[in-house]
T-cell receptor, first 114, second 112 residues
Framework: AQSVTQLGSHVSVSEGALVLLRCNYSSSVPPYLFWYVQYPNQGLQLLLKYTSAATLVKGINGFEAEFKKSETSFHLTKPSAHMSDAAEYFCAVSGYSSASKIIFGSGTRLSIRP | DTEVTQTPKHLVMGMTNKKSLKCEQHMGHRAMYWYKQKAKKPPELMFVYSYEKLSINESVPSRFSPECPNSSLLNLHLHALQPEDSALYLC???????????FGQGTRLTVV
């Protein structure tokens, strides 16, 4: 079964600092991978997705992620954190069947210090 | 139109009530999903519909009954719920295999 593991339930960075949120996947074949963001009391918004076209994926709001097969990782980064980036971030994985499950990691809460 | 619309936004119901959650999308997506999210937890998959047929049921109690009347609508019928069923219920849709899901804003359900 496919799954993702997010390391660190809470990450705190200073405004302007690098953001790094970690995600490792477990799959026998390269899966489809996603990063979503959730602001309080709202639904989930897609930040970016990996679908094997390119290993470095750029998303919205300045975020990007790199797919590394050798490390089974798909970490999310942003060069310079902004106060508005404070939210819950979920890594998610999907498989190849026609109506695939989209399974979420446990989430990482990102806090930004002024 | 890239929206998934859920109604109502908030719902308070007693344990003997019957209520329904509604979800609508007009993106031509053929897969639709119900997720349950408890506070400070990730969304948990409940049901998946593919081409209007139930394809995945994650062993959800029968007090939750999904329905897909057509390709744009998804309902979740609720009956005899328990207080522990209080959560944010999220609807999502996608084109299916390997594509991203678009989420609604959710229904905040409180069972009293």
């Amino acid at each position: 079964a496919q799954s993702v593991t997010q390391l660190g339930s809470h990450v705190s960075v200073s405004e302007g600092a690098l953001v790094l949120l970690r995600c490792n996947y477990s799959s026998s074949v390269p899966p489809y991978l996603f990063w979503y963001v959730q602001y309080p009391n709202q639904g989930l918004q897609l930040l970016l997705k990996y679908t094997s076209a390119a290993t470095l994926v750029k998303g919205i709001n300045g975020f990007e992620a790199e797919f590394k097969k050798s490390e089974t990782s798909f970490h999310l980064t942003k060069p310079s954190a902004h106060m508005s980036d404070a939210a819950e971030y979920f890594c998610a994985v999907s498989g190849y069947s026609s109506a695939s499950k989209i399974i979420f990691g446990s989430g990482t809460r990102l806090s930004i210090r002024p | 139109d890239t929206e998934v619309t859920q109604t109502p936004k908030h719902l308070v119901m007693g344990m003997t009530n019957k209520k329904s959650l509604k979800c609508e999308q007009h993106m031509g997506h053929r897969a639709m999903y119900w997720y349950k999210q408890k506070a400070k937890k990730p969304p948990e998959l409940m049901f998946v519909y593919s081409y209007e047929k139930l394809s995945i049921n994650e062993s959800v109690p029968s007090r939750f009954s999904p329905e897909c009347p057509n390709s744009s609508l998804l309902n979740l019928h609720l009956h005899a719920l328990q207080p522990e069923d209080s959560a944010l219920y999220l609807c999502a849709s996608s084109y299916g295999r390997g594509t991203e899901a678009f989420f609604g804003q959710g229904t905040r359900l409180t069972v009293v």
